[in-house]
């Protein structure tokens, strides 16, 4: 390979490509690089230097961390110097929310740490819903049960999750709640989230309209250390969304009318992540930021800020055809999918509902190697 960082400037390769890689199932599998990942990543880098060459980042629905502490964690694993920058995961869109919900309370759940992944974004009052359910006494009539949390844990865990809390916030209403990674306590996350969305807010009571749901991503189901894919967050939205349909759906008070049942609105939610477009949209611009930083001589606008490259090709290589693929068709031009065998999708013909761009592959970025003499 030739060149470093030059070989991307945009005044001599008018257009150029970038890569997105999926990381479940793709890269990793729990802790452990998937097969060659670890030099495929290398090869990204200049030999001598050590330098960015071609401009990629990581596009995974999985989460639960800062970005910043995802970045470290990727480069310590994979052995390459990982910006956060280049660390789009499912819950990073929560940002754009932030003036909506910057100073409302608002609660997060998921593993890890996910009140300090909001409180990151920006959100000054944000609490993990394990803090919030410890407030409310009996909340989980079975928590006496759950000996898988050892006391130690839970309060290690409740320590570094102490954002904003103080007494007088667990009595105020929910304004919105976030999935921001997969829950741990599915029961207890089911329980607490339903009281929440059918009090319209405030446990116990009855006080208006659900308030907003969001979660991180949608998928049904991932590629973990597990030889078979593991349920995700889409799994769990399922299981949430039918309990919540079932018990607001009450029948109502004996009356004349009483053959007429009262339907709640079902529940409502957003769901972030991919395959949603704006994610790819979203990777498409960090990734033009990525190569004007990686050739600070490039062209500039008219008012003298750099310009965005324009992508002749942006390669989505990922496990799920009904996330990576889907997302990356949805998107369209300049994204091209790439699906690879070593997670979700086992088959060995193409996907029949969204099948990858893969048969182009080996020759398409051949071509584009060469035209950047990187082969
Ligand atoms: O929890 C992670 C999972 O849902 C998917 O991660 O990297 O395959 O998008 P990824
Ligand atoms: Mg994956």
């Known amino acids: 390979a030739s060149g470093g960082a030059a070989s991307f400037n945009l005044q001599t390769v008018p257009s150029s490509f970038g890569i997105a890689f999926d990381i479940d199932g793709v890269i990793l599998r729990g802790r452990i690089p998937i097969g060659n990942s670890r030099r495929a990543l290398r090869r990204l880098y200049d030999d001598e230097s050590g330098a960015l060459k071609i401009p990629f980042l990581f596009l995974t629905n999985g989460g639960g961390i800062p ?20 660390v789009l995961q499912g819950h990073s869109p929560f940002k754009t929310l932030l003036k909506r919900y910057e100073n409302e309370f608002i609660i997060a ?75 741990v306590d599915w029961g207890r996350d089911i329980q607490v989230l339903c009281d929440i969305l059918t009090s319209g807010g405030v446990p116990g009571e009855k006080n208006g ?19 078979s894919e593991r349920l995700g967050m889409g799994a769990f939205r399922i299981a949430l969304e039918s309990v919540f349909n079932r018990i607001h759906d009450k029948p109502p008070p004996p009356s004349p ?50 310009a965005l490259p324009s992508f002749k090709t942006l390669y989505m290589i990922g496990d799920n ?27 060995r013909e193409n996907h029949t509902q969204y099948p990858a761009d893969v048969e182009e592959t080996v020759e398409k970025v051949k071509q584009e190697l060469e035209q950047c003499h990187l082969i």
């Not at 997302?327 to 369209?332: C, E, L, R, V």
């Open 67 to 86: 970005e910043s502490r995802r970045a470290f964690e990727l480069s310590d694993l994979l052995g390459v110097k990982v910006l956060p920058s280049q």
């Open 109 to 183: 759940t998921g593993k890890g740490e996910p009140a300090v992944v909001m409180s990151e974004y920006g959100f000054k009052k944000v609490i993990s819903l394990d803090e919030y359910a410890s407030y409310f006494d009996n909340i989980d009539p079975v928590a006496q049960y759950k000996r898988w949390t050892t006391m130690q844990e839970l309060s290690c865990s409740r320590n570094s999750e102490k954002i904003v809390s103080s007494p007088s916030d667990f009595s105020q209403k929910v304004k919105a709640a976030f999935v921001i990674s997969d829950p």
């Open 209 to 227: 309209h659900q308030p907003p749901l969001y979660f991180a991503a949608d998928d049904l189901q991932y590629q973990a250390a597990f030889p």
């Open 257 to 306: 009318l009483s053959w007429c049942r009262i339907h709640d609105k079902p529940l409502e939610y957003t769901s972030f992540g991919k395959p949603n477009p704006f994610v790819f949209k979203n990777a498409e611009t960090i990734l033009g930021h990525l190569v004007q930083s990686l050739c600070p001589g490039n062209a500039r606008t008219e008012n003298g800020d750099l």
């Open 321 to 347: 055809p009904f996330v990576d693929v889907k997302g990356a068709q949805q998107a369209g031009y300049p994204w091209f999918s790439i699906l690879t065998r070593t997670g979700v999708f086992r088959q």
